[in-house]
């Protein structure tokens, strides 16, 4: 499902990217030098996020992009044989560039590997620049007639190879994405369509061309700040917020509030019996429970397998109904677990253990603002607290 709208995301922000070059005429024209100027604005800010996050990915791919727009910004009034030449040998090297990318790992800036891909990116320049500089008309005529034979279509300015190297990388980037669930690749590819898209109808508009760019620049860029922000913020296995918005969340409460400690009964011994792959499915399928609590409660992951609920504006009588029918809720379905997953102990508990789905039990201890506990720091220890009551009247119940 999360793919489904990440693709439906970027589908329609590249809907509407295209969609604005129609209101580039209504731009005033004091405004066009600052969007000529904006590419370069996001190069700076990504290599700077992406030297402090030390993501080498996002500079590459920067790199990438602003190296084609330096191009389109200063040397876009070459002759025609010879630009044909130099854009058709961009897009091959872009989409061989982004096909690498989306295989590739993240390992850093100042690693072999990391330094080996920029030496990559430095070639290409030099060669690049070869074409961009070179006088010999002849050698031009040559390699567009034999290597880059013009593909018969007037909508497309690609060359068949071209053409073909677009295809495979979108082909290759398309499957990577998939495969790895990554929003970072996604918007890579995104970006490559910009700018393909920009090379495919070359123009001497360059605010047209700018906006494209820009855009382009900004997809990654705006990906890394979610990633960073879903790090900090969101626990990786369950996808709850963790402890930094819990303390984020309990600094904003008011007057009335309920907050609620609950953990997994026996989880200890689950994970012995079932193993922790098995355990990590339980701790993920509860986090699903929890975000479908009734009440407007809010679920944190506060650490292990101990969970926070936040009632902001509610009583304990009025928690109290929501936290029991989550107990309830948990008690009475049995979480599947996958078949790799199960252990057997030994042959005579094998069939009680090697089963499709297990049952697991919670308990819950809540509590509220009161003359003792005036702050959210110590309403949450008295819930932690009234957590170990309910685990001393024998689990699986709620406590206050």
Same mark, same amino acid.
């Given at each position: 499902?999360?793919?489904?709208?990440?693709?439906?995301?970027?589908?329609?922000?590249?809907?509407?990217?295209?969609?604005?070059?129609?209101?580039?005429?209504h731009?005033?024209?004091?405004?066009?030098?600052?969007?000529?100027?904006?590419?370069?604005?996001?190069?700076?800010?990504?290599?700077?996020?992406?030297?402090?996050?030390?993501?080498?990915?996002?500079?590459?791919?920067?790199?990438?992009?602003?190296?084609?727009?330096?191009?389109?910004?200063?040397?876009?009034?070459?002759?025609?044989?010879?630009?044909?030449?130099?854009?058709?040998?961009? %897009?091959?090297l #872009?989409?061989?560039?982004?096909? $690498?990318? !989306?295989l590739?790992?993240e390992?850093? &800036?100042?690693t @072999? +590997?990391?330094?080996?891909?920029?030496?990559?990116?430095?070639?290409?320049?030099i060669?690049?620049s070869?074409?961009?500089?070179?006088?010999?008309?002849?050698?031009?005529?040559?390699?567009?007639?034999?290597?880059?034979?013009?593909l018969q279509?007037?909508?497309?300015?690609?060359?068949?190879v071209a053409?073909?190297?677009?295809?495979?990388?979108?082909?290759?980037?398309?499957?990577?994405?998939?495969y790895h669930?990554?929003?970072f690749r996604?918007?890579?590819?995104?970006?490559m369509?910009?700018?393909?898209?920009?090379?495919?109808?070359? %123009?001497?508009? #360059?605010?047209?061309?700018?906006? $494209?760019? !820009?855009?382009?620049?900004?997809?990654? &860029?705006l990906? @890394? +700040?979610?990633?960073s922000?879903?790090?900090?913020?969101?626990?990786?296995?369950?996808d709850?917020?963790g402890?930094?918005?819990?303390?984020?969340t309990?600094?904003?409460?008011?007057?009335?509030?309920?907050i609620?400690?609950?953990?997994?009964d026996?989880?200890k011994?689950?994970?012995?019996?079932?193993?922790?792959?098995?355990g990590?499915?339980?701790?993920?399928?509860?986090?699903?429970r929890?975000?479908s609590?009734?009440g407007?409660g809010?679920?944190?992951?506060?650490?292990?397998?101990?969970?926070?609920?936040?009632?902001?504006?509610m009583n304990?009588?009025?928690?109290?109904e929501?936290?029991?029918?989550l107990?309830?809720?948990?008690?009475?379905?049995?979480?599947?677990?996958?078949?790799?997953?199960?252990?057997?102990?030994?042959?005579?508990?094998?069939?009680?253990?090697?089963?499709r789905?297990?049952?697991?039990?919670?308990?819950?201890g809540?509590?509220?603002?009161?003359?003792?506990a005036?702050?959210?720091e110590?309403?949450?220890?008295?819930?932690?607290?009234?957590l170990?009551?309910?685990?001393?009247?024998?689990?699986?119940?709620?406590?206050?």
């Open positions: 499902m999360k793919k489904i709208i990440t693709l439906f995301f970027y589908l329609i922000s590249l809907s509407f990217i295209i969609f604005s070059l129609k209101f580039i005429p731009i005033p024209n004091r405004y066009l030098p600052m969007l000529e100027l904006l590419p370069f604005v996001l190069m700076f800010i990504s290599i700077i996020l992406g030297i402090k996050f030390n993501r080498s990915q996002l500079i590459y791919v920067t790199s990438l992009f602003s190296l084609v727009y330096i191009y389109f910004f200063f040397f876009l009034e070459y002759g025609q044989n010879q630009q044909q030449l130099i854009l058709n040998s961009m %897009t091959i #872009i989409s061989i560039n982004v096909a $690498l990318i !989306s590739y790992s390992r850093g &800036l100042i @072999l +590997i990391g330094l080996s891909r920029f030496l990559i990116i430095a070639l290409q320049i060669g690049v070869w074409l961009i500089y070179t006088k010999h008309p002849e050698w031009n005529h040559f390699v567009n007639q034999t290597i880059f034979p013009a279509i007037k909508l497309l300015f690609f060359s068949q053409l073909l190297s677009v295809l495979v990388s979108v082909f290759i980037t398309s499957i990577s994405c998939v669930s990554n929003p996604t918007a890579i590819l995104a970006s369509c910009l700018v393909l898209y920009a090379i495919t109808f070359p %123009t001497k508009d #360059i605010t047209s061309i700018s906006i $494209l760019f !820009s855009f382009s620049l900004l997809l990654p &860029l990906t @890394l +700040i979610n990633v922000y879903r790090m900090a913020y969101l626990d990786e296995l369950t709850l917020p402890r930094r918005a819990l303390n984020e309990m600094n904003k409460l008011g007057s009335q509030y309920v609620a400690m609950l953990d997994v026996h989880f011994k689950f994970n012995d019996t079932y193993g922790h792959d098995a990590d499915d339980v701790l993920r399928l509860l986090g699903n929890l975000k609590i009734t407007g809010k679920p944190f992951r506060y650490g292990g397998e101990e969970f926070t609920v936040v009632f902001s504006g304990l009588s009025e928690a109290s929501h936290l029991e029918k107990r309830k809720n948990v008690a009475d379905n049995k979480f599947a677990l996958r078949k790799q997953e199960r252990r057997k102990k030994n042959k005579r508990s094998s069939k009680k253990h090697n089963q789905s297990v049952k697991v039990t919670i308990s819950i809540y509590a509220e603002q009161n003359d003792k005036k702050t959210p110590k309403v949450l220890k008295l819930s932690d607290k009234a170990y009551r309910a685990k001393k009247k024998g689990r699986n119940c709620i406590s206050k």
